[in-house]
């Protein structure tokens, strides 16, 4: 009798501390699932967050890029604009010691109409005058000053810029090729290259400030930078190769 109350009381023992661990195990199990859950949820939130901030950094970048490209449409658009007001009279400029070919297009003429500033001042051999830093000389028809001009504020611009803006300003005509560096003058207030000549046509001198002599540089006015107190002189010349300009302005 003793006997078998031993075996009930191991057996209910038995069967409590497997019910026991049972319930542990089921607790386990559920707390496992619950940390597998939340580093699943924890996981999915990071990548939602690293998701959309890179949406929102995609975003940042279009407008940024929406914003370079209209200002470089805007840029592109004052450029051209700047272009067309720039260059009414013709296509493009240089002067004789210039490089390029003269392809002239049909522009006005008439020197006589389109001359503004014509005061029928002949050079004389302590000419040009010092007042004014821009000069156009006619010497094949009497030494004519047909324009002079002071252009202390276009400092550091080149010769050929300085010239397209005083003739246009001025609405005097002009037939000029190239563009930037290459610009070349054909013809100035209807005095065209080859015309009184084979070797006829327009040619720039310089005079440094703080120098007395006039040089005549080989470089196209394009090429060429003008500085405040630097006299500036166009000349239309019949011989614009053999022009001996160091003995014409002694």
């Not at 296509?91 to 389109?114: M, V």
């Not at 028809?141 to 050929?160: Q, R």
């Amino acid at each position: 009798m003793d006997k078998n109350k031993k075996k009930y009381v191991i057996a209910a023992s038995a069967f409590v501390i497997c019910f026991i661990l049972f319930i542990l195990a089921i607790r386990v199990q559920k707390m496992y699932a619950n940390n597998v859950t939340n580093e699943q949820s924890t996981s999915q939130k990071k990548q939602s967050d690293i998701g959309k901030s890179e949406d929102k950094k995609s975003i940042e970048v279009k407008k940024e890029n929406k914003k370079a490209e209209d200002s470089s449409t805007k840029t592109e658009a004052a450029k051209n604009k700047e272009n067309s007001n720039t260059k009414t009279s013709s296509t493009a400029t240089a002067d004789i010691s210039g490089e390029g070919s003269s392809k002239t297009s049909n522009t006005q003429e008439n020197s006589k109409a389109n001359s503004v500033v014509s005061e029928n001042i002949k050079v004389k051999p302590d000419d040009p005058d010092e007042q004014y830093s821009f000069q156009f000389i006619d010497t094949v028809n009497g030494n004519n000053v047909f324009l002079k001009k002071n252009v202390d504020n276009m400092d550091g611009e080149t010769v050929g810029y300085i010239t397209e803006r005083l003739l246009d300003e001025a609405k005097i005509s002009y037939k000029a090729t190239g563009s930037v560096s290459t610009i070349y003058f054909a013809a100035i207030n209807g005095l065209e290259e080859k015309k009184a000549g084979k070797l006829s046509g327009w040619c720039y001198y310089v005079r440094k400030k703080g120098e007395n002599k006039f040089q005549k540089p080989n470089v196209g006015s394009g090429q060429w930078i003008y500085h405040k107190g630097d006299i500036i002189v166009w000349k239309y010349l019949a011989d614009g190769i053999h022009d001996g300009y160091s003995d014409d302005w002694m």
